[in-house]
């Protein structure tokens, strides 16, 4: 199992609980220094997290919860934001009070700083990762890379078709694989999705000329109505004011043109049903992509990501 995860992947793991179940457990953890996910219950007016661990109580000091907090670079709802959520730590100490009850004194900050030299330095544009979903705002989603580290998926990159807010794609807490776009000079990540839902001659190849199909109306213009089909793929409808973008419809496939890399549709029928996201659909199992053309060859317009 790769070692840096987002936050609450290990949380569940049989691995993870069996650590929990004893003092021995916890122990040999503190030893081996070993990474643990457990729920914050707590942050208290110091804003210290209280992390359920099982047979004991933990506490993360606040300058410990979080790369940043000590110099002041991340603000304190980095820290509050975190209760009743899973999050990594180390064991660095144990410490009883004047009754004898146990506590262990945990950081978070050390699993990050880890995390940041080990795994995030180390990645380069074109790596496709993991990461997890952790909000969505108008722009783009915020995601999780590993160890609470978080990334910028902007709006724009998340796929072809596009969109009027993140949340149309995927949930708070959703797993994806996503490519590094790029990193800056405070290692910064931005974050790719596009490159992984197929180009357009993958998804075209989906459908027939002929076939009447579900779409979401994602733009009304003067001249048409554009009807994504799959989240890099959409065509195009003559205009209409009888539906309302983010409907749902029914529409028949005129024609498909590779060499022009049009869709011509027509509505058949539409409904308001704002759903659920569809899962993700992934057209590349690679590691790492060089570059990406998403126009079919036979079209002169030629669109490509190179990383």
């Not at 549709?265 to 759903?275: A, M, Q, R, W, Y």
Request: glycine share 6%; hydrophobic share 35%.
């Amino acid at each position: 199992m790769k070692k840096y995860r987002p936050e609450g992947i290990l949380f569940d793991t049989k691995q993870n609980k069996k650590y929990m179940e004893s003092m021995n457990g916890l122990r040999e953890c503190f030893f081996t220094e070993k990474i643990l996910e457990a729920k914050v219950t707590l942050c208290d007016n110091e804003h210290n997290l209280h992390v359920d661990l099982g047979v004991m109580e933990g506490v993360i000091p606040r300058e410990e919860c979080a790369i940043g907090i000590s110099d002041g670079t991340v603000r304190d709802i980095a820290i509050v934001s975190r209760v009743n959520k899973p999050v990594c730590f180390k064991i660095v100490d144990f410490m009883d009070d004047e009754l004898g009850n146990r506590t262990a004194i945990l950081s978070r900050r050390q699993v990050q700083e880890e995390c940041m030299e080990n795994y995030i330095k180390n990645l380069s544009p074109g790596d496709v990762i993991e990461a997890r979903v952790t909000h969505n705002e108008t722009f783009g989603s915020f995601c999780d890379i590993g160890c609470g580290i978080s990334a910028l998926l902007p709006i724009d990159s998340i796929s072809v078709s596009r969109i009027p807010h993140p949340n149309v794609r995927f949930s708070v807490n959703t797993i994806i694989k996503a490519v590094v776009k790029g990193i800056d000079e405070l290692d910064r990540v931005t974050l790719s999705l596009k490159e992984l839902l197929g180009t357009w001659e993958e998804n075209a190849s989906n459908f027939r000329a002929g076939q009447t199909v579900g779409g979401i109306v994602r733009s009304i213009e003067r001249y048409g109505v554009f009807i994504e089909l799959s989240p890099n793929l959409a065509g195009l409808a003559e205009y209409t004011d009888d539906v309302e973008e983010g409907d749902s419809a029914s529409v028949y496939i005129k024609s498909i043109n590779p060499e022009k890399m049009k869709i011509k549709l027509s509505i058949v029928d539409s409904f308001p049903e704002k759903g659920k996201p569809t899962p993700i659909k992934y057209y590349s199992n690679e590691e790492h992509i060089e570059s990406w053309q998403y126009s079919p060859t036979v079209c002169e317009k030629i669109i490509e990501s190179v990383f």
